[in-house]
């Protein structure tokens, strides 16, 4: 019997998305960001010695607490001297850990606390309404974490009456120009059920924006995935890279074979990938999105 379609536990999705990152320049992108405009960025952050900087990270993994550390350690470069006081939301106890473990790694960092909260962006924001104590932050990011929120026009309108004056929100989302827009849009029919997670884009966000009356400025990264090993039949690699596409565990083992083959169809559009030197090559591009306080 054919075990039925479920979606990826905490830890599964884990693996599957260190697939993802193993095999595309999501990171090598937000590098470049990082590079490029981030320095600029900050620096019109009002921190001086006599008012300590706070810096919000929100739901992080254990594979995105490094850029995290990364933004913090240009947060120091640009102000030197001052304290930063780092805090994090995120619900998985395992990516918790990572982060604290990077942290012990890192004794570079000086001038800087880490609080951790293992909560949802919900949680946490109900948590903070009830105690009634509203903490502004200098500077806030959101990477790659709204599409799993429950209310994406509440959370990013509670986080921005969570900056101080002259702060700033970073928020990190797929472009409109990726394939995951082309493949959401006009390919829906082929992802399961399973797949619970919101299907927002850049636009999604700057529509929400504009609607909040907030300023902000969208920078586009070009970022790739090769997913060549998604269409070889029995390979490990490609079927990880499909359960995370999915969010389905052992979607090659368990979705119909017509489903299946739609899917790999959908993937191969020129509006999804390319092909270069035998291997395809799906479109990742990235949308970084600085919102005034």
């Known amino acids: 019997m054919i075990p039925s379609m479920r979606s990826l536990t905490a830890e599964e999705y884990v693996e599957a998305f260190k697939s993802f990152l193993d095999h595309s320049t999501e990171h090598q992108c937000m590098d470049e960001f990082n590079k490029e405009q981030m320095p600029n960025i900050v620096a019109g952050l009002c921190l001086c010695m006599s008012h300590r900087a706070e810096h919000a990270s929100l739901l992080l993994g254990d594979f995105l607490a490094g850029q995290d550390l990364k933004m913090i350690r240009i947060l120091q470069a640009v102000h030197p001297g001052v304290f930063i006081d780092n805090e994090i939301v995120e619900p998985n106890p395992q990516h918790v850990a990572a982060y604290k473990e990077l942290v012990n790694q890192a004794p570079d960092l000086q001038n800087v606390s880490f609080i951790w909260h293992q ?73 399961p059920a399973t797949d619970r997670g919101h299907h927002i884009t850049s636009s999604g966000i700057t529509d929400v924006l504009r609607s909040l009356g907030a ?28 359960d995370f596409l999915t969010g389905t565990k052992n979607f090659l083992g368990t979705a119909p074979a017509a489903l299946r083959r739609r899917l790999r169809e959908a993937l191969c559009q020129p509006e999804c990938s390319s092909t270069r030197d035998g291997r395809v090559i799906f479109s990742n591009n990235l949308s970084m999105i600085v919102v005034e306080s």
């Open 215 to 242: 300023q902000h400025r969208v920078y586009e990264f070009p970022s790739a995935w090769d997913i060549t090993e998604c269409f070889v039949e029995g390979d490990a690699l490609g079927g990880r890279m499909m």
């Open 119 to 191: 909560l949802t962006s919900l949680e946490y924001e109900q948590q903070v309404k009830e105690k009634g104590t509203h903490k502004k932050f200098d500077f806030i990011h959101m990477i790659q974490m709204l599409y799993r929120v429950e209310d994406i026009p509440n959370t990013i309108k509670f986080f921005h009456s969570c900056l101080d004056h002259h702060g700033k929100l970073l928020i990190i989302i797929l472009s409109d120009s990726s394939g995951w827009a082309s493949l959401w849009k006009e390919h829906s029919d082929c992802l």
